[in-house]
């Protein structure tokens, strides 16, 4: 299974009678795909994860904004609930079998905790917490990004043949721009993220790096 990336956010004066409206705040600043936009479905917990939910909502059937999920959701505007909505958004993958970079939609799961949700799982996770996409479209394959990039053989066909196509002309640096491309997309919406809520203190992290913002300035860093 593919690792994953996430921001997590704590905010400030995070309170029962105002997280949701700091919900809102925060989905208005989500960079929603131009082929897919509004928020897709809901879901809304009491007290933690193992709970059946409270609400489940299909929202494909419209285009809902973040004013419409703050309506859905305000009759449970309570410390042990917890709110889960989907979008995409749109970030550059490459399709090693066409040999071609795209633009277009990657799933988003954004949640806000209440906190007395799940024995204060906010502490560890944040006040929301995003599941941004797969590590790779940020950090790039096979270690080839960053300062610690080192040249790296394979005797897997499939990444064998990726990385006689990164050795092509041009190849690392177009592969080094995209995730570039999609870095910065990712730190800009946090501070966006910032500007919009109140933010105490965001963090950037990942399954499978040990300091996934060190790795992101690194790829950023490079020419």
């Known amino acids: 299974m593919s690792n994953r990336a996430y921001l997590s956010l704590w905010f400030k004066n995070f309170r029962e009678t105002a997280m949701i409206e700091q919900f809102q705040k925060l989905l208005e600043t989500v960079p929603l795909s131009a082929s897919q936009p509004g928020f897709t479905s809901l879901v809304v917990r009491a007290i933690g994860p193992d709970e059946a939910p409270l609400v489940e909502r299909d929202l494909r059937g419209a285009t809902c904004d973040a004013a419409r999920v703050a309506e859905l959701v305000a009759e449970y505007a309570h410390a042990d609930c917890?709110?889960?909505?989907e979008a995409f958004w749109d970030l550059w993958t490459y399709d090693a079998g066409r040999d071609l970079w795209q633009q277009g939609p990657m799933k988003?799961?954004?949640?806000?905790?209440?906190?007395?949700?799940?024995?204060?799982?906010?502490?560890?996770?944040?006040?929301?917490?995003?599941?941004?996409?797969?590590?790779?479209?940020?950090t790039g394959h096979a270690g080839l990004l960053g300062a610690a990039a080192t040249e790296i053989s394979s005797r897997e066909s499939a990444e064998a043949e990726f990385l006689d196509r990164m050795r092509r002309p041009g190849g690392l640096a177009d592969y080094r721009q995209k995730t570039q491309e999609n870095i910065r997309?990712?730190?800009?919406w946090a501070t966006d993220i910032e500007r919009a809520v109140g933010v105490e203190r965001w963090r950037l992290w990942s399954e499978g790096e040990e300091n996934f913002e060190a790795r992101l300035d690194s790829i950023l860093a490079e020419r």
């Open 82 to 85: 917890s709110y889960e909505v």
């Open 108 to 138: 988003l799961e954004i949640l806000c905790l209440g906190e007395l949700y799940d024995d204060g799982a906010f502490h560890e996770l944040g006040h929301c917490w995003i599941n941004a996409g797969f590590e790779h479209l940020f």
């Open 185 to 188: 997309k990712l730190v800009g």
